[in-house]
Structure formats: C-alpha cells, structure tokens
C-alpha cells in the first residue's frame, strides 16, 4: 500500500496524476487527499482537467496543417478575382500570365473562380440555331446514294439528294460520309503487316566488332561547309575507340581512322560494321581488312537499325555536344571534341551497362598484339590494279591522258598498285614512282567528285624515295 510518506517524495506534478487514477479507480476521495497531500477542491478540479483531457484525447482530428503553406494571400487574391470579373474570357493561363512574377498557378485560379462564383465565359457567340440531324431514313438514302454512284462528287450528289429526296446537305457533309465509307472499305480489304522482330544482340569481349558511322549534320559556320563525325564505337562497351572531324572523308579516311585506333588500343578487332555509304566501300578498305585479318561487313540497304548503337550515340552527341554551341566552327569544335569523347568514355553511363561507363569494360580487354604488327599497317593498304607496259617515253594511258612514270623505265612493264598515298608503279616488289592525288583524280573522271574540277592535261608520277634516305 502506498504511504504518505513515499507519496510526499514524489514530484507535485506524478503526485497530482496518481491522485487523480485512484479517484477514477473508485477510492474514496477522502483517503486519496490524506494519503497525496491535496486539497479536496484542488483533486476535483484536477479530476475535471483529466476528463477534459481525456475527452480531446479520443476526439478524431483532420490530419494535415490547419491552413496550407501557399495559401494566397488577400491583395493576390483580390487582383486575380478582378482580372477574372473585368474579363470573363480570359482563360487560367492568359489570368496567370497578366499577375506578374508572383502569380498563382492555373489551377489555384480556377479555384478562385470556383469559389467567387465567376464564371469561364466562352469566346464563340451562341449557336442561332440547333443542329441539323439526319434521321436514319434520310441517312440510309444517303449511304444508298452513295453505294449507287461512288464516282460523283460531294457537290454532284447534295444537289441530287436536295432535287429528289428534299434532303438539304452540304458538300462538306457528303464529303465527311465519303471518306468514312473509303476508309470502311479499306480497313475491311487490308491486310496487317506484321510488326517486325528484332533480333539484339552483343558481343562478349571489347573489341570484338566496331561500328563506323559519320555524322553528317555538322554545318559549319565559318567555312560555310558541312563537317562530318567520322566515329568507331566497340559494340561491347559502347565506348568510342576513334572519333574526329572531317571535311571530305573517303576510303582512306576511314583506313587511316582504323590504323589510329588499333594503335592506340593496342587491338586488332575482329570485325567491323558499316553501312553503304562511299567511304566505307571499295576495294582499298576490302584489301586492307582482309590483308590485316579483319571481317568487313556491310549493312543491308535501308536497314539502318543494324547499325543502331552507333545511330543512337550520334544522336547524343548533336544533343550533348554539338547543340551546346551558337555557331560551329572547325577549330573549336575539333579542340573540344577529345573532352566529349574522354566524358563519354569515363564519365557518361550506358544504360545497357546499368549506369556504367564504357571505359570499365575497355579496360577488360589485355594487348596481345605484337608493336611491330600495329607500325607496318599501312603496308597492308594496298591491291593490285593491272599490268601496264611503259611507252619509249616511260608512259601510260590514264583516265584519257599521259601518264608520265619516268623515261628511265620505258619499254618495260610495271605493275600498279594503288595504296593510301596514291597510285604505285612497281618493278619485282618495288615502288618506282607515285601519283599521290590518284583517289581523286578518279573520282573527277567518274564524275562523283565537283563538276568544276577538270582533270588534267597529263599525270606525272613522283619518283619514290624509300624511308630513311635522303
């Protein structure tokens, strides 16, 4: 049992609580104020606070602020209900739009609105008279009009309806029901085609194929020319291994661009990925892949989702690169481009990868190539053309003109050869002499290249000084 002595060493305010929970528990209040030291008028009163309390306690309350944080203030919402009676057109956004910087949003206007009672009057004037609609009979007339004689017009057959049946239509109308009838035909005798399927795929190591792609949406302002993107990117990591700017890329753009990246990867890939395009076809890149044991493939034509990695990284780069700028000129852009290429390399994370970046499944890849194999690539540019026999003078005919090889060579024969620094005139496995502007020379005789240029009047080769001599 609880003494007054122990009820004396309690605080004022657990002496008042337990006083009051033993009245409730049906003590008698004369033992409870002996015993908690408390006045009889004082326990009834704190007895009254209890169950005052109590009641609140169990009272459900609305949850939330009593007044939200953003409500309008009076001076906001008198200046937005006088716009709205001053004028009744005016929509939420046009209202919004004339209260300044501090303006509520539309739907807190429409609000105001609802609660002043004021009323979105309508631009448009009210209709002066109700619709006209056709009953089933006068529409059956009309679909039977239009069964029997589906070669006349809209005109042709609302007079005929107006003359015979007395049933006024516009032209307007007739011509809505013709077009939903050729549409009814149509979906009845056409069949769906299916939706395509797509078959994904990747590779399973870096480097093993290489997709090569220009972007051809670079127009540059202060050459008033378009630039083109040439990039490589590996199909496993989805990371750039080569990217630059070009003014005219061509075959062997896109050799040189292949030699650069296997040297700077130290790599030799295993297949790489083009479309139809004129610097990714022709006999040089074709001897080049082959003589260097790379698998050349081409897209199909007008497939480009074969290409689609590639297609889609273009994309991003006009979005994240190229559109960051005013005006595109070719310095700048080819200072900044290696910084773009290091950020989405390092930095950027692929989707595919699952937020990482390409440079994490890069750097899986171990070198393997010997040093010697990546100097002596450009060696491997290179085919056979055809045999000439040399002129007394030491020439040929090419591209309907003399080609001058040298007088010391006449009366023999040469093999050409055309390489990544132009066409080669060689004797038992050595270069003789060179044209250097072969590649373009023939495409002016073609007629691919500026119909401005004109070829000319004789070629004269160069004679070969092998590296390392004077």
Not at 310 to 338: S, V
Not at 372 to 382: D, H, I, Q, R, T
Not at 387 to 403: I, N, P, Q, V
Request: aromatic share 8%; charged share 25%; hydrophobic share 35%.
């Amino acid at each position: 049992m609880i003494t007054p002595e122990f009820t004396s060493a309690l605080p004022q305010q657990e002496r008042r609580v337990q006083a009051v929970l033993a009245v409730l528990r049906g003590e008698a209040v004369a033992d409870v104020c002996v015993r908690y030291q408390i006045g009889r008028s004082d326990l009834y009163k704190y007895r009254h606070r209890a169950l005052i309390a109590l009641r609140h306690a169990m009272t459900d309350h609305r949850r939330g602020p009593r007044q939200p944080a953003n409500r309008l203030t009076a001076l906001q919402e008198a200046q937005v209900v006088t716009l709205c009676q001053q004028h009744p057109t005016w929509s939420a956004p046009a209202i919004q739009l004339h209260c300044g910087a501090d303006a509520p949003s539309s739907r807190t206007i429409q609000r105001v609105r609802a609660r002043h009672g004021l009323v979105h009057a309508s631009k448009r004037p009210p209709a002066l008279s109700t619709e006209h609609r056709l009953t089933p009979e006068e529409r059956q007339r009309v679909q039977e009009m239009l069964d029997a004689k589906p070669y006349l017009g809209p005109e042709r057959i609302a007079w005929d309806l107006r003359n015979a049946d007395g049933i006024r239509l516009s032209p307007s109308t007739i011509k809505y029901y013709q077009q939903r009838r050729r549409a009814a035909v149509a979906a009845q005798t056409r069949t769906r085609r299916p939706r395509p399927v797509w078959r994904r795929y990747e590779r399973q190591h870096p480097h093993q194929l290489w997709h090569g792609d220009c972007l051809e949406k670079v127009t540059l302002t202060d050459l008033d020319q378009t630039a083109y993107q040439f990039t490589l990117l590996d199909d496993y990591s989805r990371g750039y291994v080569f990217c630059d700017l070009f003014l005219h890329p061509d075959l062997r753009t896109t050799i040189r661009a292949l030699i650069a990246a296997m040297r700077q990867w130290q790599v030799i890939p295993t297949a790489v990925l083009f479309d139809n395009g004129a610097p990714f076809k022709g006999k040089l890149l074709t001897a080049f892949c082959a003589q260097v044991g790379i698998r050349l493939i081409h897209i199909s034509v007008g497939h480009p989702q074969t290409n689609g990695k590639l297609e889609r990284a273009l994309r991003d780069d006009m979005r994240e690169f190229y559109r960051q700028y005013e005006t595109w000129e070719l310095e700048r852009l080819r200072r900044d481009l290696p910084g773009y290429v290091h950020y989405r390399n390092h930095v950027r994370g692929q989707q595919a990868l699952h937020g990482q970046a390409a440079i994490t499944r890069l750097r899986e890849y171990t070198p393997t190539v010997l040093p010697g194999v990546l100097e002596s690539l450009e060696n491997c540019a290179c085919y056979e053309i055809g045999r000439k026999r040399l002129s007394s003078t030491g020439c040929f005919r090419l591209f309907g003109r003399d080609a001058h090889v040298g007088a010391m060579w006449a009366d023999s024969d040469v093999t050409l050869y055309e390489s990544l620094d132009g066409l080669e005139a060689r004797r038992d496995g050595q270069c003789l002499a060179i044209l250097r502007d072969y590649r373009t020379f023939k495409q002016i005789a073609c007629g691919t290249w500026d119909r401005h240029n004109v070829l000319p009047e004789a070629f004269y080769f160069e004679p070969h000084v092998p590296p390392g001599r004077p």
